[in-house]
């Protein structure tokens, strides 16, 4: 039985991918990007997620932990993350009644995930929706994927996969007859930039754009307007540029915003871009106006 690692799944999506849809979130990405507003996708592992604001101080999951993992404060508790493996006993969680410590992760088939998927069918055909795979990376996990792709096709529910593009071309090439839509990152074009906001060089993730350009698939960009980083003169000219050279004229700008940072703390993470403004200094009117590009959905 083919299983795959999420992290969340959420109904009546309205913003990734035409009509009504089922998100799909896997857990898992090669890339670090410092503005990531769900760094519970970075790992491929189970979390411990600890939410501060809903501890009772009631020290139950002090008193379990086999790995002296969590202090007591005056109000709450201190978890080490470091310390803390996320055992199998899995004790903390089962202690805690204030859903105060949360598990972020989990394991499912293929077989239950479609059934969760097709229960919005009804959507997906009054609204021209589907089911768009997000995360995360989903081609990281590309036999899980591969698998229920085939499972949506025969259904026949229109699929879309959110990719940062970081992964083999035989992987890429394996999965691009099951896919309808591809909503395709395209954050920075200099090389040195790339690798310093992300983590990775970006040589793999333009040559897979590149290749899928010749795929007649329906590709729409998808844009992170960060202050500063992305939405530079140069850095936007670039994009353009490469859009224009491949013959790619639909993008979604996503304007920054810090609404994922909290999370950061709850997973024991450090978020690296505090200070930046909340809006992108980039006009995004004069984005919407240039030639040859249309803004979907």
């Known amino acids: 039985m083919q299983q795959g690692r999420l992290f969340d799944i959420q109904h009546f999506g309205v913003h990734d991918g035409p009509g009504i849809r089922t998100l799909v979130f896997f857990k898992g990405c090669p890339l670090r990007c410092l503005w990531c507003c769900n760094p519970e996708s970075h ?4 979390q411990i997620r600890y939410v501060d604001f809903k501890c009772k101080a009631c020290f139950q999951c002090v008193n379990v932990c ?16 470091v310390q803390c493996t996320t055992c199998l006993k899995k004790s903390c969680l089962d202690a805690c009644n204030h859903g105060t410590l949360n598990l ?18 009804a959507f997906y055909r009054n609204s021209g929706g589907g089911v768009t795979f997000t995360g995360g990376e989903p081609l ?25 593009g970081y992964c083999s071309q035989a992987v890429l090439k394996e999965i691009i007859p099951l896919v309808d839509l591809f909503l395709f990152d395209i954050k920075i074009i200099d090389p040195e930039k790339h690798r310093k906001y992300t983590g990775k060089s970006n040589q793999l993730i333009l040559e897979n754009l590149t290749y899928l350009s010749t795929q007649k698939k329906r590709i729409i ?17 670039d994009v353009i ?8 004229v639909e993008i979604d700008l996503e304007p920054y915003h810090g609404l994922g940072i ?4 709850e997973l024991g993470m450090e978020y690296l871009l505090h200070g930046i403004a909340g809006d992108s200094g980039y006009p995004i009117d004069r984005l919407r106006q240039i030639e040859d590009f249309f803004i979907p959905f």
């Open 43 to 46: 790992s491929p592992d189970e």
């Open 66 to 81: 086999p790995y002296q993992g969590i202090t007591p404060l005056d109000e709450s508790v201190k978890i080490d993350f």
């Open 104 to 121: 972020t992760g989990y394991t499912i088939s293929a077989e239950k995930l479609i059934k969760i998927i097709g229960k919005d069918s």
């Open 140 to 164: 990281s996990q590309p036999e899980f994927l591969g698998k229920i792709l085939r499972k949506c096709k025969k259904a026949g529910i229109h699929t879309a996969i959110e990719t940062c």
């Open 221 to 237: 960009i998808r844009f992170p307007l960060i202050p500063g980083i992305t939405d530079t003169d140069q850095n936007i000219n």
């Open 241 to 248: 540029l490469l859009l224009k050279k491949l013959g790619l």
């Open 262 to 265: 909290a999370k950061y703390e």
